[in-house]
């Protein structure tokens, strides 16, 4: 019976609570915004994690937006740092070097969910017993 979760899976999420905490709490920059990390995706050999973040912001971000790439710049500055940190929270005794990239998937979801909405309109996906227009009790589905 294969297992579930490979070791690498576990590191990458347990990265990625670190990480969230650290940015949050010991990564003092103004230029930082509100920041997310939405993945962690760890090598196998332990060489690397790419770190995937996005920013809380009411406007539509891109990867060329300035203030991502300063979020970016703020947090590759700031890996060396952040390394540290996680290899004492988490006890490892290889360390991978810290990446960081913008997720671009919310604006993604965000954009799709606007374009759904415009194709379908506000009405339900599935309408409710009650709300059919056929409303005098006899569903012609439910007669089989």
């Known amino acids: 019976m294969p297992r579930e979760f490979s070791r690498i899976d576990r590191i990458g999420d347990q990265m990625q609570r670190e990480l969230a905490q650290l940015i949050q709490r010991e990564v003092k920059d103004p230029r930082l915004g509100m920041v997310t990390v939405n993945a962690v995706k760890v090598s196998r050999d332990l060489g690397y994690a790419d770190i995937y973040v996005s920013l809380l912001t009411t406007e539509e971000l891109?990867?060329?937006?300035?203030e991502v790439k300063d979020s970016i710049s703020v947090?590759?500055?700031a890996a060396g740092f952040l390394r540290g940190q996680v290899g004492r929270a988490m006890k490892l005794r290889v360390i991978p070097q810290l990446r960081f990239h913008f997720d671009a998937l919310q604006?993604?979801?965000r954009r799709m969910?606007?374009?759904i909405r415009e194709a379908v309109g506000d009405k339900?996906?599935?309408?409710?017993s009650g709300d059919s227009p056929n409303?005098?009790?006899n569903d012609p589905?439910?007669?089989a």
Do not use: H, I, M, Q
């Open 107 to 109: 604006g993604y979801s």
């Open 135 to 137: 409303d005098d009790g």
């Open 124 to 128: 339900p996906a599935v309408e409710r």
């Open 141 to 143: 589905e439910s007669n």
């Open 75 to 77: 947090l590759n500055r």
């Open 113 to 115: 969910d606007s374009l």
């Open 62 to 66: 891109t990867a060329d937006s300035p």
